[in-house]
């Protein structure tokens, strides 16, 4: 069976690209025959309201999309990303980093170049060579920190190419030094983005992942952290994300052109799904 998903957060009212990528997947799935589902990735407990959950629902099912049962909400499954985090630290991958951003911005300026990643300068590595008591003994002193993935020994543990394929752009081989020692966990949540959505991606069976092409280089490591979890490896389709009349990629914070703003004008679901095709 195939399975596919739209994974928002409800950090604000969805726009028309969370319509386009909705209506992506639900189709992609209603081809094959297919599951689809909706998963509400709320880790991030600062910026969650439940008015913009609430409206979530209220919005897709007034575009005419209907959704398997029950929905995912990442809130409620902190003890899987415990679980992944504990193999991952049982495999000697995961290391305590103390640094702030400002300490992080100014060992790379002070160094006059950091290589690029995906998001903006890769992470200096300051932290992944302190000593166990060094790093015990931060901790012990109620010092903030986040565990971050010491990806170069990943790959020399995983040993071999992980290939991944992309319905819309092909064939690939991970990267995931792209991203270097990404964040997986801080200290008062145990999940990044990128644990969190691997992690529900294979319990919630997915077989199909679609999201922006945004997020494409996300899969590097993705592929990455299925291969260490022993996790099943979907197939991936990114698609092409929508943007303003200027060319930016749409936000949340652009009250204009969310889907409720277009329900109170007048518009019709018809007419929406007409803007975004």
């Not at 290589?115 to 010092?143: F, M, N, V, W």
């Not at 092909?170 to 990128?194: C, M, N």
């Not at 092409?240 to 060319?247: F, H, K, S």
């Amino acid at each position: 069976m195939m399975r596919t998903r739209f994974a928002p957060s409800p950090t604000g009212l969805l726009h028309l690209g969370h319509a386009y990528a909705a209506g992506f997947a639900y189709r992609e799935a209603q081809a094959a025959g297919g599951e689809f589902l909706i998963r509400l990735e709320d880790i991030d407990g600062t910026r969650n309201r439940p008015e913009f959950e609430t409206a979530i629902f209220e919005d897709m099912a007034w575009l005419g999309l209907t959704w398997q049962q029950p929905v995912r909400k990442q809130s409620e499954h902190f003890d899987d990303y415990r679980a992944a985090l504990d193999q991952l630290q049982a495999l000697g991958l995961l290391y305590p980093c103390f640094c702030t951003r400002k300490e992080i911005q100014a060992e790379i300026s002070n160094a006059g170049h950091a290589p690029q990643g995906p998001d903006g300068p890769l992470y200096p590595g300051t932290c992944r060579h302190r000593s166990p008591a060094e790093q015990q003994g931060k901790i012990a002193s109620g010092q903030p920190y986040a565990l971050r993935l010491d990806v170069d020994k990943a790959r020399q543990l995983v040993g071999k190419d992980l290939p991944w394929h992309d319905r819309a752009h092909g064939d690939f081989i991970a990267q995931p030094q792209l991203f270097g020692d990404v964040v997986l966990a801080r200290k008062e949540t145990p999940g990044s983005y990128h644990l969190a959505v691997v992690i529900d991606d294979a319990l919630q069976h997915i077989t199909l992942v679609t999201r922006g092409e945004d997020l494409l280089p996300a899969t590097h490591l993705h592929r990455l952290l299925q291969e260490l979890l022993k996790l099943p490896v979907p197939e991936w389709k990114h698609h092409r994300v929508i943007t303003d009349d200027e060319g930016k990629r749409l936000a949340k914070r652009d009250d204009a052109r969310s889907i409720r703003s277009f329900r109170e004008s007048g518009w019709t679901a018809e007419r929406v799904w007409a803007a975004v095709v």
